[in-house]
């Protein structure tokens, strides 16, 4: 059946060549047009399973809570400019809208106003801008008339004593009789992120007091601003997203888009960088992005530059491999025409297949480049050798296809098989990434067997037509190869145990393989976004990777906040609870509040500071710098490195005690005098602030959700009100798997009702692995069952299996032998590999079959030329992406180059041993 279409197409392409010409162009042109409409999506949930509840939960969040994801500004520089530049630059964020697109020589090709609109899939969209909410500081005014009822009755407790007086002597005394009691004296109270979090924020009230308090003693000129400020930063403290060292500031921008629409992040993502790093340089600070956003940028960005610079390459050196190893021009050009017009074809015929291309089957082109060609490189070496052997073109072409064309088809067929198993994956990406490549070698081999026939035709009538006759007697096949071959088939018996030996050392190499899980290892080199991450965990002992919760009522809300922030892998969570706490203990906090009111508003300011009042004053600043110092050994010793760095803030270290602001303070005042008016003006400023704010702070009504600032209600709360959103931050690196199976676990403990990058990302990567395990089984199992179709033997459909499974052991064996490390990437290439490396056994052994075993050396002179070639071939495409800017195709295009490699020596060495065995 196969022979006598195959013998149909090469009398088409003889006889009527100038017909199937015009058939050709009419497909081409039919099928190109069809690509053209293919459009692409670069959407993180077209990868993932349909149906999965964690991308329905992802969609409800974006449409709910007006975004599903962040872009964390980072802010680096000295405190007070980045304190201008925050509050300056947040109002202009949200209304950045507006971005220009130019060519490459700057001319305007269209202005864009994203105020106005958002185009998607061809349509527009009305939207308010890039960005729906700017957060850089708590709701100060909602803190100043309801602070005191946010905190906790048992930390109410310790700490309400500062609240009774305003007068500088005895708030210090209360104060550092609450810090003995909240902190030094309890053991429990820095057990847990978030409490370490509220030492550290306590300790940077104490900072800006100490701050405030020396320079409104030593300036020449008292500032009355001076005592207020400082009575604010003790009761309302720093409203502003700043590290303990105060180097570094976040901004967090709420996006009117998500980061499944990435052909919407780039622009968005790129604009916005280019204004912050412009204002940056007006106010003196280093400014960059940071978060699943600019990263998804980054990655797209080098994607899509490597994707069209390593197919370049790829072709490049194919073409010059083609040319060097056929010692000829025309024909390598004519194979890349055929591979192009395959190509075409191919993508016309995904039109059908998938409403668009996502970020697996975007890479199609590519990986269709490196396979495609080995059909044109078959033929054309069968045809070669033909018609340098006195063969007839006509009668050439026709043999040529007799001989190679059902080892294409098979190989081409297995090859597919590969791919098309992935159809059973879970993941629409992988499953999609299957099918497109998998329908779209059997095009591109269709295309072969009618395309290049028909071209070589046409370049004999021209030759024809200008008199001009091809070499004949060339001897171009690989004779030191079909020697070496039939001796390994001759000595069968020795080359066996040779190849056994060898086999089990690679065997044993496979051991020495190691995992690496560090998903950073697959990124881009140098990535900003990914330095700024870093220095973000190590400020802030934070991730800007956040991963989002909803809860239907806000008793399950105020339940998951309380068991988050018992959990060890979670830096902390922003939840409505931060600003509503549930009734019962607003109610428990009542009687406090009241006594706490009463007091103060009883208390009287002390107009004048005299020398007893002073002595007392600095008596109580040593002892706040003991306690402050007790902290610090606690922290210490306990490995908590963010109070240990904010107390060294005020006390310095043991070593340099003087690089503490407290420290230098008290050391000042025992060496400069002292103007106890100014020390009396202080105190009153200070009184009188502090006083005002804590009768506001203190109100004992409670709070309800129509209390609540807008921006609180708008981050938190559902547009219908039936859905509460909780953000979690964790604490280490989302990159190291390692760690993202604790943080991930340790989320599902709490819900499944979850989104974001972490959870999503882990969900993927267990998805793909269990995906890739299934499409392995059933890739050899599917291309043993059609190899017993196609050689109607067991015997000979497990001889063409063999080299492909010494080649599978020599791969990860070799893998071992160079410290390769296995990647969640380069683990996807163990399936392809059993589909694409199958293919030079199954050519060696129908051409063994026509030929039979007298005419071994001849097998491997033509056949075994025609293998290397294609692999090499292959080899190249896959190793071009070993100069990919994105490491992860690099890992995965190193993995195919030696799993192609690998199997190609084992089918110019194993496979002829094996076949000696049966030899007559």
């Known amino acids: 059946m196969r022979q006598k279409l195959l013998r149909k197409l090469g009398q088409l392409a003889s006889e009527r060549t100038w017909t199937m010409l015009g058939i050709i162009i009419v497909i081409t042109l039919v099928l190109g047009f069809l690509s053209s409409k293919l459009e692409m999506s670069m959407n993180m949930t077209s990868i993932l399973p349909k149906d999965d509840p964690m991308v329905e939960e992802f ?43 130019e060519n490459d020589d700057g001319k305007i090709l269209k202005q864009h106003n994203l105020a106005k609109e958002k185009v998607k899939a061809g349509k527009i969209e009305a939207i308010d801008g890039y960005f729906s909410r700017v957060d850089y500081k708590q709701p100060v005014d909602f803190i100043k008339n309801h602070g005191l009822m946010l905190v906790k009755p048992s930390e109410l407790k310790n700490i309400q004593d500062i609240f009774t007086d305003p007068n500088l002597l005895p708030f210090l005394t209360n104060f550092n009789n609450s810090l003995e009691k909240e902190y030094i004296q309890s053991e429990e109270k820095l057990s847990t992120m978030q409490k370490q979090r509220s030492a550290v924020q306590f300790l940077d009230g104490i900072e800006s007091f100490v701050d405030y308090s020396e320079e409104a003693f030593y300036l020449d000129q008292y500032d009355k601003s001076l005592g207020i400020n400082s009575a604010k930063a003790i009761t309302i403290g720093n409203s502003y997203m700043v590290s303990p060292d105060r180097s570094m500031l976040l901004i967090m921008a709420t996006p009117n888009f998500n980061i499944m629409e990435m052909d919407y992040v780039m622009p968005a993502v790129n604009g916005l960088e280019k204004f912050v790093k412009m204002e940056g340089d007006n106010y003196g600070v280093k400014v960059g992005l940071a978060g699943a956003l600019p990263l998804g940028r980054d990655e797209m960005a080098s994607a899509s530059e490597d994707s069209l610079l390593l197919t370049l390459l790829a072709l490049g050196l194919v073409l010059i491999l083609f040319i060097i190893t056929f010692r000829m021009i025309s024909s390598p050009f004519f194979a890349l025409i055929n591979l192009i017009i395959g190509i075409v074809w191919a993508m016309g015929i995904s039109w059908f297949l998938v409403d668009s291309l996502n970020m697996f089957t975007a890479m199609m082109a590519v990986i269709l480049v490196g396979l495609g060609i080995d059909f044109s490189i078959h033929i054309i070496s069968g045809y070669t050798e033909l018609v340098n052997n006195g063969i007839a073109p006509k009668k050439a072409i026709i043999e040529t296809l007799e001989k190679v064309g059902t080892g294409i088809i098979t190989g081409g067929i297995t090859t597919s098989a590969a791919f098309l198993t992935l159809t059973i994956a879970r993941s629409a990406g992988l499953k999609e990434f299957g099918l497109v490549n998998g329908v779209g070698l059997i ?27 091809q070499k004949k007697n060339r001897d171009i096949s690989y004779t030191v190869l079909g020697n070496i071959s039939n001796s390994f088939f001759k000595r069968w018996k020795i080359s066996l145990v040779a190849l056994v030996i060898i086999t089990i050392g690679f065997g044993y190499m496979i051991t020495k393989v190691t995992m690496d899980y560090n998903m950073l290892n697959m990124e881009p080199a140098g990535l900003e976004s990914i330095k700024l991450n870093n220095k973000i965990i190590d400020k802030f002992n934070m991730s800007s990777d956040m991963t989002m919760m909803t809860a239907t009522s806000l008793e399950e809300n105020y339940k998951f906040t309380k068991e988050a922030k018992e959990k060890s892998s979670i830096s902390f969570i922003e939840s409505i609870s931060d600003f509503l706490p549930m009734k019962e203990e607003q109610e428990k906090r009542v009687p406090n509040l009241k006594k706490i009111h009463n007091k103060m508003k009883k208390s009287s300011i ?8 002073w002595e007392a004053i600095k008596s109580e600043l040593y002892r706040l710098e003991a306690n402050v110092i007790e902290m610090q050994d606690m922290a210490y010793m306990g490995g908590q490195d963010m109070i240990d760095e904010k107390a060294t803030r005020l006390v310095g270290t043991r070593e340099n005690p003087m690089k503490g602001n407290l420290t230098a303070f008290l050391s000042r005042l025992e060496s400069e005098k002292i103007d106890l008016n100014k020390v009396s003006l202080f105190n009153n400023d200070f009184a009188k602030e502090f006083k005002s ?52 676990k340790d989320i599902f403990d709490i819900t499944r009702s979850v989104a974001g990058t972490p959870p999503m990302f882990y969900y993927l990567m267990d998805i793909l692995g269990q995906d890739g395990k299934r499409a392995s089984f059933l890739t050899i199992t599917v291309v043993f069952l059609f190899l017993l179709f196609d050689f109607r033997s067991f015997k000979k459909a497990l001889l063409a299996m063999i080299p492909l499974f010494v080649g599978v052991i020599w791969m990860i064996g070799t893998m071992g032998i160079f410290g390769i490390q296995i990647t ?45 070639i294609t692999s090499l071939t292959t080899m190249l495409s896959f190793g071009s992406l070993v100069f990919a800017t994105y490491r992860g195709f690099g890992s995965m295009g190193l993995a195919l180059f030696i799993g192609v490699g690998m199997c190609l020596i084992a089918s110019i060495f194993v496979l002829p041993a094996i076949l000696g065995i049966g030899k007559k």
């Open 59 to 101: 969609n409800y969040i974006f449409e709910e809570f007006n975004g599903a994801s962040n872009v964390v500004i980072v802010v680096e520089g000295e405190y007070d400019n980045m304190i201008k530049f925050a509050e300056d630059i947040s109002p202009k964020i949200k209304n950045l809208g507006n971005w220009i697109e």
């Open 443 to 469: 095009v591109i081999m269709i295309a072969t067997l009618i395309v290049l026939p028909t071209i070589l035709m046409i370049r004999e009538k021209f030759r024809s037509k200008i008199n001009m006759t």
């Open 606 to 613: 002390n107009s004048t500071i005299n020398e007893n009042n």
């Open 693 to 744: 704010i804590v009768l506001n702070m203190s109100n004992s009504s409670q709070i309800k959700i129509e209390d609540l600032p807008s921006i609180v209600k708008e981050k938190y709360i559902s547009e219908n009100g039936d859905r509460y959103l909780m953000t979690v931050y964790p604490k280490g690196n989302v990159w190291d798997i390692k760690y993202l199976e604790v943080f991930t």
């Open 824 to 868: 969640l990437l380069n683990i996807m290439a163990i399936p392809l590999i059993i589909g694409i490396g199958i293919d030079d056994g199954v050519h060696i052994l129908h051409r063994y079959n026509i030929e039979g075993e007298e005419n071994t050396r001849k097998v491997y002179s033509s056949t075994g030329k025609a293998i290397i």
